[in-house]
């Protein structure tokens, strides 16, 4: 499938020389060398007040850090011309990331991704630029970018074409509600460690079965919560 356009990620963040980073390497490196997603990372700091180009300061009521200037980051989003792409912040209190929106992230125009620092943003250009806040887990980062870029790599890894199987794309953790089965591959018997039998039996529907317990046992295990109630 070829697009009008290619899936475009516009990033705006203090560290621009942070991207594509590692997104540069391998599949995605290869798919954003030959033009299948396109990356603009743009310093907030050109948005910057004064002859320091200041870009945060102290936050309202006191206390420690810094916090990013409404006035700065508007101006830096603004100075993206506006179109249907959704404007994310990454925020270790935002929505959690799903693989779901991550599917539908990637089969839209792409994305803006506002990377944050310090303390965080000024609450009211969350609101007034209406930004998506976007969490990637329960653990604090020390800025956006590393963020940005598992959002990134998570969205272009399903673009048309960029993974060589189509398949891989689909039947994966958290696509069918639970975790992924166990792979084995030779050698048959690694340090007295044996391929499970049914994998090496040749009949399909026995192998199915086996994927699928395996899949559920480990679900149960790690991550009850993603089952629906019928299945724990
Ligand atoms: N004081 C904030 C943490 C700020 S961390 C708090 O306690 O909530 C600085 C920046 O790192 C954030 O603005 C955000 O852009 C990014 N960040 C940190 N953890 C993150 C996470 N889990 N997911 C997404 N972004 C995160």
């Not at 989003?77 to 990454?90: F, H, K």
């Not at 673009?159 to 891989?168: D, Q």
């Not at 994998?199 to 790690?222: F, S």
Request: hydrophobic letters at 40%.
């Amino acid at each position: 499938m070829t697009r009008a356009h290619p899936w475009h990620a516009t990033i705006l963040t203090l560290y621009p020389e942070m991207f594509p980073g590692p997104l540069g390497a391998s599949l995605s490196g290869d798919a954003l060398a030959r033009g299948a997603w396109t990356l603009d990372a743009r310093q907030i700091r050109e948005h910057g007040l004064g002859r320091h180009r200041a870009v945060d300061d102290t936050p309202a009521g006191g206390g420690a850090g810094m916090v990013l200037r409404c006035d700065v980051l508007a101006a830096a989003i603004d100075s993206v011309a506006p179109d249907e792409r959704p404007r994310m912040l990454m925020s270790p209190r935002g929505w959690p990331l799903t693989q779901a929106r991550v599917r539908t992230l990637s089969e839209g125009p792409g994305i803006v991704v506002v990377c944050g620092r310090f303390e965080g943003v000024d609450e009211r250009v969350i609101a007034g630029r209406n930004l998506e806040e976007v969490s990637i887990g329960d653990y604090v980062l020390s800025g956006g970018e590393i963020a940005a870029l598992v959002l990134l790599d998570a969205c272009v890894r399903l673009l048309p074409g960029v993974m060589g199987k189509v398949a891989s794309g689909v039947e994966e953790s958290f696509e069918s509600g639970h975790l992924e089965y166990p792979h084995y591959t030779r050698p048959r018997e690694w340090e007295g460690r044996a391929i499970p039998d049914v994998l090496t039996g040749g009949n399909h529907a026995a192998i199915a079965r086996w994927r699928r317990d395996e899949a559920l046992r480990l679900t149960r295990e790690r991550r009850p919560d993603l089952l629906t109630r019928e299945e724990s």
